[in-house]
């Protein structure tokens, strides 16, 4: 199990029993600095967003000295991360300022290919992709769900308002 120490600017792992299998001080390799939200990939990757900087850690096959900083395409301030079913990341980009914030896709090979904006993203914390390749951001600051088509190609998101459906399953 991963924990990620915001206020540490570091990284824990444990094993099932609740041992620590990391270091007293944490991982800080790939400098995590205050890392949020965290994912691991089929492969066994492990994506981290970190929501003080201008770069997302990846720790390839969870080993933090297999570290990269992913950066560009609005990767700012990233508070959450998820993944899809071809290994891509989806990290959200809070905006610190009064500049819209941002969801970047990453590739699973690393590179940040895609910035959408738009859709009434001002504060995106959170992000789900579900089996239909169906992603969708939750927005802080505007209480809204943004959905993203599917395998997203367009810069641009749509605006949903309203009440959201309750899904149950």
């Given at each position: 199990?991963?924990?990620?120490?915001?206020?540490?600017?570091?990284?824990?792992?444990?094993?099932?029993?609740?041992?620590?299998?990391?270091?007293?001080?944490?991982?800080?390799?790939?400098?995590?600095?205050?890392?949020?939200?965290m994912?691991?990939?089929?492969?066994?990757?492990?994506?981290?967003?970190?929501?003080?900087?201008?770069?997302?850690t990846?720790?390839?096959g969870?080993?933090?000295?297999?570290?990269?900083?992913?950066?560009g395409?609005?990767?700012?301030?990233s508070?959450?991360?998820?993944?899809?079913?071809?290994?891509?990341?989806?990290v959200?980009n809070?905006?610190?300022?009064?500049?819209p914030?941002?969801?970047?896709?990453i590739?699973?090979?690393?590179?940040?290919?895609?910035?959408?904006?738009?859709g009434?993203?001002?504060s995106?914390?959170g992000?789900?992709?579900?089996?239909?390749?169906?992603?969708g951001v939750?927005?802080?600051?505007?209480?809204?769900?943004?959905?993203?088509?599917?395998a997203?190609?367009a810069?641009?998101?749509?605006r949903?308002?309203?009440?959201l459906?309750?899904?149950?399953?």
């Amino acid at each position: 199990v991963w924990v990620s120490n915001w206020a540490g600017n570091s990284l824990s792992l444990f094993n099932s029993k609740g041992r620590a299998l990391s270091p007293s001080s944490g991982f800080t390799q790939g400098d995590p600095i205050k890392p949020q939200g965290m994912a691991v990939g089929r492969d066994g990757s492990l994506w981290i967003a970190n929501s003080r900087t201008d770069y997302v850690t990846l720790y390839r096959g969870s080993d933090p000295r297999r570290w990269a900083k992913i950066a560009g395409k609005g990767i700012s301030n990233s508070f959450s991360v998820a993944l899809d079913a071809r290994g891509d990341a989806w990290v959200t980009n809070e905006s610190l300022t009064a500049a819209p914030g941002s969801v970047t896709r990453i590739t699973r090979e690393g590179t940040a290919d895609l910035e959408v904006t738009g859709g009434g993203l001002s504060s995106p914390l959170g992000v789900a992709v579900d089996r239909g390749a169906n992603t969708g951001v939750a927005d802080f600051d505007a209480n809204t769900l943004t959905p993203l088509p599917p395998a997203a190609t367009a810069a641009r998101a749509p605006r949903i308002r309203g009440k959201l459906p309750r899904v149950v399953g």
